[in-house]
């Protein structure tokens, strides 16, 4: 399971998720923090982008 924060979606400023996108959309993430306690992963889209130029 992972979570994408919504600060995470996009390189600039969204207001909701709807605005980055959309139900099946498929995402090229980031990895930026793993929990094995939770057992969760926070991801990022926009460190993905940014990583990719």
């Given at each position: 399971?992972?979570?994408?924060h919504?600060?995470?979606?996009?390189?600039?400023?969204?207001a909701?998720?709807?605005?980055?996108?959309?139900?099946?959309?498929?995402?090229?993430?980031?990895?930026?923090?793993v929990?094995p306690?939770?057992r969760?992963?926070?991801?990022?889209?926009?460190r993905a982008?940014?990583?990719a130029?």
């Amino acid at each position: 399971m992972g979570l994408v924060h919504l600060r995470e979606l996009s390189p600039t400023p969204v207001a909701s998720p709807e605005e980055a996108v959309r139900v099946g959309d498929e995402i090229t993430v980031v990895v930026t923090a793993v929990d094995p306690q939770r057992r969760t992963l926070s991801l990022s889209r926009r460190r993905a982008r940014t990583a990719a130029g």
